[in-house]
């Protein structure tokens, strides 16, 4: 099995990054195989289907860690009540590599925020692009104060983060049940509705 965290700040020395370090800590503690794909060291220019260029092969190489991904975690820092225009973009590139697989949501505030990209993302890509949000999400706010030195400070976060991620890797072995099964037709129903 394989998690793959993506940060999805497009800036240096984000937070995000900082949490997508921590996840990956925490997933490698529970012997879970991961990766973290920065979206600020992977840019991609602003999606256009009629442009071909350099940017194919950066998006070769993303597709490939997507595609052979069992899960996903987002991480999204909320920038001026919104999800990070990133992952809106990384979204329009993919095609089916996400599909029927789970995501763990995360929000990332410097203040009391966090919690709008959370609903933005839940009701964003999912239909054509057919990935799985899960039920658990997370969300950290006033990240400075909370996340110190690559470890989070409260024991209440800690244990919220753990049961999280047991709760996507359950997810995860599931939902590889599903694309093993037989019944996925993505040639004939390629779209969610």
């Known amino acids: 099995m394989k998690i793959t965290i993506i940060s999805c700040s497009t800036r240096d020395n ?10 990956s800590f ?42 052979q991904s069992d899960g996903f ?18 979204l329009h590139y993919t ?6 697989k789970p995501v763990l949501l ?5 203040g009391r925020g966090g919690q709008y990209p959370l609903q933005q993302m839940r009701i964003m890509g999912y239909k054509n692009k057919r990935f799985v949000v899960i ?27 753990d049961y999280a991620l047991k709760v996507l890797i359950e997810y995860a072995k599931s939902l590889k049940l599903v694309r093993d099964s037989g019944v996925i037709n993505y040639e004939k129903f390629s779209n969610g509705l």
């Not at 879970?32 to 600020?40: Q, R, S």
């Not at 820092?77 to 990384?90: I, K, Q, T, V, Y």
Request: glycine share 4%.
């Open 135 to 161: 039920p658990e999400s997370l969300y950290y706010d006033h990240i400075q104060q909370s996340l110190i030195d690559n470890a989070f400070v409260n024991n209440q976060i800690i244990e919220r983060t």
């Open 14 to 23: 984000s937070q995000s990054k900082k949490v997508a370090n921590y996840l």
């Open 73 to 90: 975690i987002f991480i999204s820092p909320e920038w001026d009540g919104m999800f990070s225009a990133g992952l809106h973009n990384m």
């Open 95 to 100: 095609d089916k590599e996400l599909a029927d």
């Open 106 to 110: 995360v929000g990332v505030s410097s």
């Open 26 to 67: 925490c997933l490698t503690k529970f012997n879970i195989d991961n990766a973290i794909l920065d979206l600020n060291d992977k840019k991609l220019p602003l999606y256009n289907a009629t442009e071909n260029g350099p940017w194919e092969l950066i998006w070769k190489e993303i597709s490939h860690l997507l595609s």
